[in-house]
Structure formats: structure tokens, C-alpha cells
């Protein structure tokens, strides 16, 4: 037990694949794409299928491993694959399916910069593919966003408990930053994979052969040809989506009490614009870090609570402005809000941000 | 004159409806070859007492409602893609049966990555492939296996291989991959091959649960709405151009080989 708590030092992406280990993962799946790269590499130097008998394979592509991901999470087990933005690009096709579908599974996205195949370094510019969707059809993903490599152990188990509540994809949207950092971590405890009988228990819709002679087919399809029908099943994946954003949002609000300024920013920019902020609140501004953790469903009744304290809020993003359509969503033009961000790869600087802060200060004084 | 209820007796049993054939309209086309696929497919199945024990993966194409036809659990899978699902299911649950029903435009098309993969890596699953020359479901289309000359609403002058390329046997590049165990090419237009099918299918089936590698069973079909012939028209085409190009028989069979 002891040895548990132990506090380690490693990469976000090695957090992942020792997590995944940890919470009971059936099977991983997924192709090479930086700056991810670590997650499968981990996974096949730990060898878990000779401990916990959880399944890794190196699938022929992204369009592969998602659809392997469709696959297993259709039978009921615990399935997650990582990726980096082209990849994920690439398993839109999937992802769509699942949630048609109605199939768990965990996706993990380490960003990095686009369109095309970009750069590797890192970049929140998929923000708007995580969010809205990002293939066809009327539907949502839950997405969590880390912003420490201690997030990116413990969303792992998160992102599976909500799949598997919800059946529907869960995704981890990470970035460069917190996937190559290395810092210090607890890594959950190990837990045993499910049992067959357990996964018949939690899955009674699951389509893997057993019971049927009591129970008759399962069948794991988005297809229906009735429009009348498939408006109903469109209805009916609606009115989950409307529970996921009553019950599931998550945010982190800090020093917003008395604060005359937001920032409004996930993931690793948050953690940069905390830096900024310690040098606004030396300087005598009142500045408080508004976190969202869900981005979809994201915190909007947090936000508009927010918008109605505060002077003006700074969102900082690393892309050229996602998530403050959101914001200003949110907050229903109530306050100024102003986005700050940087492309192709390039993380912000603190005083960038302590710059932009002044500009929209200027901004609310007139 | 003998009265119904004296010729049906169990003693005169010819034929019957497969016990996991589900008692609903088919919505294949009369004399098409699906139909027939799924009911050795249902029958090998039922003989093997893997009805629980067994899971489907459907593709896009005229068989996509194959899940409403036999009574198993099934997974639809996305156009190509059922290898991949395929692959987890067997790796996640390997005392399973898995296998996919697949056309040559999910196989060998849009699929053919997942295809060769699956196969190459030697997952024990099996692969029923359906190749009928064309697109049936999207109303007759050119297919990577469509015959030179021949004609379809996107080659509507026949084929060319300048515009078009060849019809590709994806059967013998499966044969050469070291991960398949049985890699067979059979037919259903007559009684004698649709018994010879079935015999490939438990084959193949058996190797899957064995977990001795990858099977293939193609099966050279007819489509005669995409091709536009009666049926029995389409059977006769089938012999004569289908069977001189896709030569029909087993291409490889490591038990024999050994
Ligand atoms: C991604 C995608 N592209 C195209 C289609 C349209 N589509 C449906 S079935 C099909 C061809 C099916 O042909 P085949 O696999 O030979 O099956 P058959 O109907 O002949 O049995 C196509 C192109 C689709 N459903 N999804
Ligand atoms: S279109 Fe062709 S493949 Fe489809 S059901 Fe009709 S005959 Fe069969
Ligand atoms: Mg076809």
C-alpha cells in the first residue's frame, strides 16, 4: 500500500500508460504520431499482458486503432488508444460511430500545432474538433483537459467511469506540454481488471456473445433507415448529452474571490497564465484563474456567475481564439473579454500575458 | 394421395430452415448470393454450438443488415473497418468466435488496409468475403473486382484498364501473407458448391477457435440487380467470366501443407 503513494518522477504520456495499467484497462490501441509516442512505447516496455492481462496493439494506422477501440468497447471492455492532432483527424470516422453507437472507449489527444501536418510542438488548436464533435452527425464527447502530468494519471480512470456511465467516447485533450513535462506524480491505485461476470453485470447491452439464448441479439450499429426512428435515437443521445452538462461539469477556480480580472484558460496554458497572474497580483492587479476542467460539457453557469464579478477576462489559449466563443457564450457580452494565444507551435510567455492583461485593463477603464 | 400431414414427418426431412435464421423478410434481392452465404454461415455456426459464443462484425454494403438475419451478436462496423473491430473483439475475448461478412468494396477497396493487416498479423479471425464485381448496395458502381469490360454505372462503356486498372485478386495477396492459415476462394451457384462452401466456412471457423491464424473464405457471387440479369442468367455469367479469372478452389491450407 505504501509503496502506492509512492511519488514518482515521468512524462504526462508515461502517466497515461501506467494509469491505464492502474484503473484496469482491457486494451490499448494505437499508432506513433509526436508527441505522444511515449504512451505506446511505455505500454510495450511494461509488458501488462503478463500481469493484468490487458491487450496492447500496434495498429496499422488511426483509422484502425479507433475502429478497434469501436470494436471492444462494443463487447464491454475498458479500450483507450492515444493519438496526436493528425491522428485524431484521422479517427473522426470512429469516434462518430461510437457515439452513435452508444460505445464507451477513452481517446487521448496530445495536440499539437496544424492545419496539415503542422509541427510537433504543441497547441490547443483541435479545441473546436474536441468540442463540437469533429465528425458527422448530432454529437458530443466528453472532454477532459489536464494541465499536470498528476491530471493526465487520474483523468485516465475518469475519463473511463464516464464513458461507461454515459456510453459514449470519453477523450483526454492534452497537449505537447503536459505530455513530454516531466514532474511528479502518484499513480492511482492498482485495481483488477474486471471479471467476465463483471463486465456481463455493468454491460448488459454489450455484444460479446454471452447470454443470449435468455436475453436474444445484441447489436452494436448507428444505422436506421426509419427517419422517424432515427430522429428518436437522435432524441434520445440529446437528452443524455442534457444530463452529461447538468451533472458532469468541472472546473477550478482560483483566487477569483476578490478578484477584478479572470483568465479564463485550460490545460497548459492555465498553468502558464498562473505565472502571469503571481506577476499582475505583484504589481497591485487583482487577478483570479478560472480553469475549466470539462470543455465539453463545459462550465457555463461558472462563467456567467463569473462575468458578473469581474471587471474584464482574459482567455488564453494556444490557438487563434476557440475556446472565448465559449466564454463570451458564457458570459453573455456582459463584461469585455479579450483572447490571447499563440500559433504554429509557440507556447506563450508570461509577460505576453501580463502585456495582453494591461491592454484589456485599458480596455475596461474607459 | 397422401394428405400434408403425412408427407411432413421428420422422417422426410429434406432440407430446414436454419435454427438461427430469424423468421423476418430478407431484403436481398431474389437470387442473390447473400442470402445463401448467411444461411451456411447460421448453419456452421448452430453445428458448432457457438451461438453464444460468437460475435459478428457486419460491413457497409447490401449485407450491412446481416445482424437482422441471424440470431447472434453482432457489431456494424464502418465501411472497411470490420477487420479492425474484428481484431479487438478476438485479442479482448479470445475464446470467441469472431468473424466478418465483408463485399468486395468494403474488403477490397475502402478496406484493404485493415484487410491485409488483420490477416498479416495472423488474428484468429475469420473473413466471409462476398465478391459479386461490383457495388450492390449503392446501385452498381465499379468495384476494385469488377472484370475488365465489363460494364457498371461508373465504367458504363465496360471497363479499361487505362482508366481503371485491374480487377484485384485480393485472395491470392492474402495467401502469400504469412499470418493466414486458410485462405480459400469457393461459390454458391450449385448445390455441389454450396456444400463445398460450408465445408470451408467450419474449416475455417475451426481454425479460429483453434487460434492457428487468419482465414479467408472468399466467395465469387453474383449481384443480378447491379449486374442486370435474372438470376439464373447471373449464375450462367458467373461461370463463364467470373470463375476464368477467380480461379475457385483452396489457396492455401497450412494443415495440409504440414
Ligand atoms: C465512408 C463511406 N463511403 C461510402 C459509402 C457508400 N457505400 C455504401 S455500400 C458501398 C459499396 C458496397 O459494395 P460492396 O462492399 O461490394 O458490397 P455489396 O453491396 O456489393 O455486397 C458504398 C460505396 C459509405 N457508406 N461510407
Ligand atoms: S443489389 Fe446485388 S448484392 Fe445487393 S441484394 Fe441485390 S443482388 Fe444482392
Ligand atoms: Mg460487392
Known amino acids: 500500500m505504501a509503496q502506492e503513494r509512492e511519488v514518482l518522477l515521468m512524462k504526462g504520456n508515461e502517466a497515461i500508460a501506467h494509469a491505464a495499467i492502474r484503473c484496469g484497462c482491457d486494451g490499448y490501441f494505437g499508432y506513433p504520431i509526436t508527441p505522444q509516442s511515449e504512451v505506446l512505447e511505455t505500454l510495450a516496455e511494461l509488458k501488462p499482458w503478463e500481469t493484468t492481462g490487458m491487450v496492447v496493439v500496434q495498429a496499422e494506422s488511426e483509422v484502425a486503432s479507433i475502429n478497434m477501440l469501436y470494436g471492444g468497447g462494443g463487447t464491454g471492455k475498458r479500450v483507450m488508444t492515444s493519438s496526436s492532432s493528425p491522428g485524431v483527424a484521422l479517427m473522426q470516422e470512429g469516434i462518430a460511430y461510437m457515439a452513435g453507437a452508444e460505445v464507451p472507449g477513452l481517446i487521448v489527444n496530445v495536440q499539437r500545432g496544424g492545419p496539415g501536418l503542422g509541427t510537433i510542438q504543441p497547441s490547443q488548436s483541435d479545441y473546436y474538433q474536441a468540442t463540437r464533435g469533429g465528425g458527422n452527425g448530432d454529437y458530443h464527447v466528453i472532454v477532459l483537459a489536464p494541465n499536470s502530468v498528476q491530471e493526465m494519471a487520474d483523468f485516465v480512470d475518469l475519463g473511463f467511469e464516464l464513458a461507461f456511465r454515459y456510453r459514449n467516447p470519453a477523450m483526454i485533450l492534452s497537449d505537447g506540454v503536459i505530455g513530454q513535462m516531466m514532474e511528479k506524480v502518484v499513480l492511482p491505485p492498482q485495481k483488477p481488471r474486471r471479471t467476465d461476470e463483471e463486465i456481463y453485470a455493468e454491460c448488459p447491452w454489450a455484444s460479446n456473445g454471452h447470454g443470449l439464448k435468455t436475453r436474444g441479439p445484441q447489436v452494436i450499429t448507428s444505422l436506421e433507415l426509419d427517419p422517424a426512428v432515427m430522429e428518436q435515437r437522435n432524441l434520445h443521445l440529446q437528452a443524455k448529452y442534457k444530463q452529461v452538462e447538468e451533472n458532469e461539469v468541472r472546473f477550478e477556480s482560483t483566487g477569483c474571490e476578490d478578484a477584478e480580472y479572470a483568465i479564463v484558460a485550460f490545460g497548459s496554458a492555465s498553468r502558464i497564465a498562473q505565472k502571469a497572474i503571481e506577476t499582475l497580483r505583484n504589481n497591485g492587479t487583482k487577478v483570479g484563474l478560472f480553469r475549466p476542467i470539462t470543455l465539453w460539457p463545459f462550465p457555463k453557469k461558472a462563467i456567467h456567475d463569473l462575468a458578473q464579478r469581474v471587471k474584464g477576462i482574459l482567455v488564453v489559449e494556444i490557438n487563434a481564439g476557440m475556446m472565448v466563443y465559449d466564454v463570451e457564450n458564457a458570459a453573455e457580452h456582459c463584461v469585455p473579454i479579450r483572447q490571447f494565444g499563440r500559433l504554429g507551435g509557440i507556447v506563450p510567455d508570461p509577460d505576453e500575458i501580463v502585456e495582453a492583461m494591461e491592454q484589456l485593463k485599458q480596455v475596461c477603464c474607459k | ?258
Open chain 2, 1 to 258: 394421395m397422401l394428405t400434408r400431414e403425412e408427407i411432413i414427418q421428420p422422417q422426410n426431412l429434406v432440407a430446414e430452415k436454419p435454427a438461427l435464421m430469424n423468421n423476418v423478410d430478407m431484403h436481398y434481392c431474389p437470387g442473390c448470393s447473400h442470402g445463401v452465404v448467411h444461411k451456411l454461415v447460421a448453419e456452421v455456426i448452430a453445428e458448432m454450438g457457438l451461438e453464444e459464443k460468437t460475435i459478428g462484425i457486419s460491413p457497409v454494403g447490401c449485407a450491412v443488415f446481416a445482424y437482422r438475419y441471424i440470431d447472434i451478436d453482432w457489431q456494424e462496423a464502418a465501411h472497411g473497418r470490420a477487420p479492425a473491430l474484428a481484431t479487438a473483439c478476438k485479442r479482448l475475448w479470445p475464446d470467441r468466435l469472431v468473424f466478418t461478412y465483408q463485399g468486395d468494396g468494403d474488403l477490397a477497396c475502402i478496406g484493404t488496409a485493415e484487410t491485409i493487416h488483420a490477416l498479416n498479423r495472423g488474428e484468429n479471425i475469420t473473413i466471409i468475403f462476398i465478391n459479386n464485381a461490383i457495388y450492390g448496395m449503392t446501385g452498381g458502381q465499379m468495384a476494385p473486382t469488377t472484370l475488365l469490360g465489363m460494364k457498371t454505372a461508373t465504367c458504363p462503356y465496360g471497363r479499361d484498364p487505362r482508366l481503371h486498372g485491374y480487377p484485384l485478386k485480393i485472395t491470392e495477396i492474402a495467401a502469400q501473407l504469412e499470418g493466414t492459415a486458410y485462405v480459400t476462394r469457393q461459390s454458391v451457384h450449385s448445390v455441389a458448391a454450396i456444400r463445398k462452401c460450408k465445408k470451408a466456412i467450419r474449416h475455417a471457423f475451426e481454425n479460429s477457435m483453434q487460434g492457428k491464424g487468419s482465414n479467408l473464405v472468399e466467395v465469387v457471387s453474383t449481384c443480378n440487380s447491379g449486374w442486370k440479369m435474372n438470376p439464373v442468367k447471373a449464375n450462367e455469367w458467373m461461370e463463364e467470366h467470373m470463375f476464368d479469372y477467380y480461379h475457385v478452389g483452396d489457396l492455401k491450407d497450412t494443415e495440409v501443407i504440414r
